[in-house]
């Protein structure tokens, strides 16, 4: 049986099959071993809905569900840069892409900290940076480049659509293609790229029915000097991008219009990562986008989502909302790159523990 779809796709689009998790048996089973006598029904609250998931994610073996384990996990973390950025919509000069993707590279971002404690091995894949990444001479890396390059940055979507439609099938196709060559149970995806937030919040706006207004409030965007004049003019920036797309309506057009070359990526890996039963999670803004893309594809993928954390933004904020998720934490970050996702991590080995006892 095929996972559910819900468009008509490109036939040279090949989506792999992801098959739903519900299973009332194994909930009962769960259920029973998490109660303790003398505590109330549902005492656990929410992390009884975490184990939940995540034991249902991994009942699919040839071997009756014993108790969750975690094997070999993997953050990756798609690099894009968005042409969009010409027009002034970040705070951030494009180059500081690649900037950022040498951090990650040399160990020096704070999610390389955070991974090297959790036993994360972290991958940096080149989505479409807008230039060539090169190493400092003589510096030591600490995390492999992964070359899946589509493009030197999206199109300006003001001019055009961001992506070709044979762009957006080359960049899913190459973030299945990644996530098949890494081993493990579990892939957390996080992201980096100038402007990558416009394109989520276009997204958002899109394929949830938000007004603009609502998904990019001045202060998300932290951009020096920006005063309700200048930030009304981006509003209505944005609003003539988005009326120039106004027949991109489902989530493949939605995304080659709006979106970008790793956001189209994490879309690939999210649903190849769910084709395999690995736990996925989703850290911030920018991976819930291509969350929301993902599961207008294959609406089935959202039961491997396990959603890190609410980002300080109202956009994500909203975006949950939508999405129906109940994130694990809400820390007011501001940063991307898998943070959230390692910060959340925790609570995942505690779901582990509760059905260890």
Not at 43 to 69: C, H, K, T, Y
Request: charged share 20%; proline share 5%; aromatic share 4%.
């Amino acid at each position: 049986m095929n996972s559910r779809r819900v468009q008509e796709l490109p036939a040279n689009l090949h989506l792999p099959h992801i098959a739903p998790t519900a299973d009332t048996l194994l909930d009962h089973s769960v259920k029973q071993r998490l109660a303790s006598e003398g505590l109330p029904e549902h005492a656990l609250g929410r992390m009884e809905d975490l184990v939940l998931q995540l034991a249902r994610i991994q009942n699919g073996g040839p071997m009756p569900f014993d108790r969750l384990a975690f094997d070999s996990p993997q953050l990756v973390v798609f690099a894009g840069d968005h042409g969009i950025s010409d027009e002034g919509m970040s705070a951030l000069e494009q180059g500081m892409t690649v900037e950022h993707v040498l951090q990650l590279l040399m160990g020096l971002a704070p999610v390389n900290a955070l991974a090297d404690m959790h036993g994360f091995d972290l991958s940096v894949v080149d989505a479409g940076v807008a230039t060539h990444i090169d190493l400092p001479e003589a510096a030591r890396t600490r995390a492999p480049l992964l070359a899946r390059k589509i493009g030197y940055g999206t199109r300006n979507l003001l001019l055009g659509p961001a992506m070709s439609q044979a762009q957006v099938v080359s960049a899913l196709h190459a973030g299945m293609d990644v996530v098949r060559h890494l081993p493990g149970n579990v892939i957390a995806i996080g992201d980096v790229g100038v402007a990558n937030m416009v394109s989520a919040s276009l997204l958002l706006s899109r394929l949830c029915g938000v007004p603009l207004a609502d998904a990019c409030v001045r202060d998300d965007f932290q951009m020096p000097g920006l005063d309700d004049s200048a930030h009304l003019q981006r509003i209505e920036k944005l609003s003539a991008a988005a009326s120039r797309h106004r027949k991109a309506l489902s989530p493949l057009d939605a995304l080659a219009a709006l979106g970008g070359f790793e956001i189209a990526m994490m879309v690939g890996a999210m649903l190849q990562a769910a084709s395999e039963r690995r736990v996925v999670v989703v850290d911030g803004y920018v991976s819930g986008a291509a969350a929301l893309v993902a599961r207008g594809l294959c609406p089935d993928v959202a039961d491997y989502l396990v959603y890190a954390h609410r980002t300080a933004e109202t956009g994500h904020r909203l975006m949950l909302i939508h999405l129906q998720a109940q994130p694990l934490l809400d820390m007011g970050l501001r940063v991307s790159q898998g943070t959230g996702a390692m910060m959340a991590w925790p609570l995942l080995l505690a779901a582990q523990r509760l059905l260890e006892r």
